[in-house]
T-cell receptor, first 111, second 115 residues
Framework: KQEVTQIPAALSVPEGENLVLNCSFT??????LQWFRQDPGKGLTSLLL?????REQTSGRLNASLDKSSGRSTLYIAASQPGDSATYLC??????????FGPGTSLSVIP | DGGITQSPKYLFRKEGQNVTLSCEQN?????MYWYRQDPGQGLRLIYY???????QKGDIAEGYSVSREKKESFPLTVTSAQKNPTAFYLC??????????????FGPGTRLTVL
């Protein structure tokens, strides 16, 4: 059974710092992995989608990597800003239409 | 603007009542999904639909029902059989049948509270 974990559950950093969020999954047979951002009381916004054949994806200050063999993905945020404060969730697709979400990491960037 | 809308934003239900949550998309997506989110937990799939007039149960379908009569609409009914319905409900869509190679796009959510 696929399980997705995200550590830490919460993270607080000063503005300007580079940071890494972690996502781990137990079954390496995935189709893709997606990172989302969720603001309090809001829906999810897709940040990056990494196909199983890819190693990383970049969008602006965000870089996501995928290592299927070790069951890990990282989301790197460069030069963090207070506007980056949100909960970040990862989700893996393990088989057709089966999506497993992690519980999320709550990020606070302190001005 | 293309996107997914959910209504209402907040919904209060008395015990024993059925309520219906609305989800509409104008992205011309084939696949639509309903998720439930509880504090400290990841999203869990309730139902999904890959095409009009077809839908499949997800991991926690008991106490819920859906319909897909139109491509753009996928309403979720929370029935009185759902024992703990208080949660944040999220609707999503993807361009094709299933998320295996497609991004999911989410609506703003509906917060349901049972009084």
């Amino acid at each position: 059974k696929q399980e997705v974990t995200q550590i830490p559950a919460a993270l607080s950093v000063p503005e300007g710092e580079n940071l890494v969020l972690n996502c781990s999954f137990t079954d390496s047979a995935i189709y893709n992995l997606q990172w989302f951002r969720q603001d309090p009381g809001k829906g999810l916004t897709s940040l990056l989608l990494i196909q199983s054949s890819q190693r990383e994806q970049t969008s602006g200050r965000l870089n996501a990597s995928l290592d299927k063999s070790s069951g890990r993905s990282t989301l790197y945020i460069a030069a963090s800003q207070p506007g980056d404060s949100a909960t970040y969730l990862c989700a893996v697709v393990t088989s057709y239409d089966k999506v497993i979400f992690g519980p999320g990491t709550s990020l606070s960037v302190i001005p | 603007d293309g996107g997914i809308t959910q209504s209402p934003k907040y919904l209060f239900r008395k015990e024993g009542q059925n309520v219906t949550l609305s989800c509409e998309q104008n992205l011309n997506h084939d696949a639509m999904y309903w998720y439930r989110q509880d504090p400290g937990q990841g999203l869990r799939l309730i139902y999904y639909s890959q095409i009009v007039n077809d839908f499949q149960k997800g991991d926690i379908a008991e106490g819920y029902s859906v319909s897909r009569e139109k491509k753009e609409s996928f309403p979720l009914t929370v029935t009185s059989a759902q024992k703990n319905p208080t949660a944040f409900y999220l609707c999503a869509s993807s361009i094709d049948r299933g998320p295996a190679y497609n991004e999911q796009f989410f609506g703003p959510g509906t917060r349901l509270t049972v009084l």
